[in-house]
């Protein structure tokens, strides 16, 4: 897509250039040139159909990679106030909810306002689907180490896909301004 973009972008700028080389170096001025309809017709055509032209494969390109036709893993993530719910849905509806830990129970090495009582698990190098909606009000489902946010709408189920690469601990946070925490 970038390359089929700059060739349309570089076509554009060298009649443009070619276009005022010619304005400035030529002695000949056409008396006419108020009255020119089809002139005015062409210029006003011409970039629709130019923005067509580059808008066609980039919506094309877009939904190509949103949808993942087999994904090896979906999961449900509802957010409420202060807590997620997931339900890992291609193993028998296995739900529970993760809270983020108070700084009580923190441990030496644990991270503020990161860490939570239950961690999804995810595999490594394998599709995943992540089904994301809201129970109560806006919440913002991110990981920003997979470069993923979401946002959580009640009644509308967003959906984004993901492969983690590597073995770790991916930690989300909200994105969103929703109060003390």
Known sequence: FHDHAL???FLICFLVLYALYLTLTTKLTNTNISDAQEMETVWTI??????VLI???????LYMTDEVNDPSLTIKSIGHQWYWTYEYTDYGGLIFN???LP?????????RLLDVDNRVVLPIEAPIRMMITSQDVLHSWAVPTLGLKTDAIPGRLNQTTFTATRPGVYYGQCSE???AN
Not at 46 to 51: G, M, Q, V
Not at 55 to 61: D, N, Q, T, V, W
Not at 103 to 111: A, I, S
């Open 7 to 9: 060739m349309i972008i």
């Open 46 to 51: 011409l970039p629709a159909i130019i923005l």
């Open 98 to 100: 993760s809270y983020m």
């Open 55 to 61: 808008a066609l494969p980039s919506l094309r390109i």
């Open 103 to 111: 700084p009580l129970f923190l441990e030496p090495g644990d991270l």
């Open 177 to 179: 301004i929703c109060g």
